[in-house]
């Protein structure tokens, strides 16, 4: 068994079973709802303690190299998690989890003065946010999965309605991509103009999101080995 960053995860002949550990904020989704896409692992059982999906035998992406083609098939794969029908998921509650994040963060000891400096500015970005989408609101590289060449995203549990961007910036920062890699992404999630041209602001506001997000997890999980000096940085951009 082993314990992940919330749960409790093993396997079972070809069963991948989580025990779910409920923060008030996760496994709220109703997994039948996710399964309808063919790209997730599949779902044997879930009941409120615990998830039981196909065992898919292959590696995150932490260490992958996003060539055209691997960062071209997930842009169409996020795509069609943001085409599911939003009413089927949660209501959002990003900036109810930042508050919490805060509280343990606090709660651990940690000094906060930057976070505290920019939560009016935060606060603002997350009240905006829009929430008519299906969101997966965790796409980093250690939730997705290379399949010999096919990518299988896994980890629905903080999945919500919520604001599209949040997830493009979310992989964009999390999978530490240069900018000609985030054009090929961008551009293969969407590539038309009228889109391009109104929302790279947003999108710049939702890197700061998801950088300061990360922060506080870490703080309030004592995981800050999961963030570096970048994550401060894209704070501070102006």
Same mark, same amino acid.
């Given at each position: 068994m082993q314990k992940g960053y919330t749960n409790k995860t093993y396997i079972e002949s070809d069963k991948?079973? !989580?025990?779910?550990?409920?923060?008030?904020?996760?496994?709220?989704?109703?997994?039948?709802?996710? %399964?309808?896409?063919?790209?997730?692992?599949?779902?044997?059982?879930?009941? %409120? !303690?615990?998830?039981?999906?196909?065992f898919i035998n292959a590696e995150n992406t932490i260490k992958i190299e996003w060539t055209k083609d691997l960062l071209e098939q997930i842009a169409f794969k996020i795509r069609k998690v943001h085409l599911l029908d939003y009413r089927d998921f949660p209501k959002r509650n990003l900036k109810k989890r930042v508050i919490y994040y805060m509280k343990k963060a606090k709660e651990n000891g940690y000094d906060l003065t930057l976070i505290n400096k920019y939560w009016n500015k935060m606060s603002k970005i997350f009240t905006k946010m829009n929430t008519n989408n299906a969101t997966h609101n965790d796409l980093a590289p250690y939730n997705i999965l290379n399949n010999e060449g096919e990518l299988i995203i896994t980890d629905w549990e903080y999945s919500t309605r919520g604001d599209k961007h949040f997830d493009l910036a979310y992989f964009i920062i999390k999978s530490k991509l240069n900018p000609k890699q985030e054009k090929i992404f961008l551009n293969s999630y969407d590539?038309?103009?009228?889109?391009?041209?109104?929302?790279?602001?947003?999108?710049?506001?939702?890197?700061? $999101?998801?950088?300061?997000?990360?922060?506080?997890? $870490?703080? $309030?999980?004592?995981?800050?080995?999961?963030?570096?000096?970048k994550f401060y940085e894209n704070i501070l951009k102006k």
């Open positions: 991948f079973i !989580k025990e779910k550990k409920h923060n008030g904020f996760n496994h709220k989704v109703n997994y039948e709802v996710v %399964n309808k896409l063919n790209f997730v692992p599949k779902l044997v059982e879930q009941t %409120n !303690k615990k998830i039981i999906t196909k590539s038309t103009e009228e889109y391009q041209t109104w929302f790279e602001d947003w999108l710049e506001n939702n890197k700061k $999101a998801v950088s300061y997000i990360t922060i506080l997890w $870490a703080y $309030a999980y004592n995981k800050t080995n999961f963030i570096d000096i």
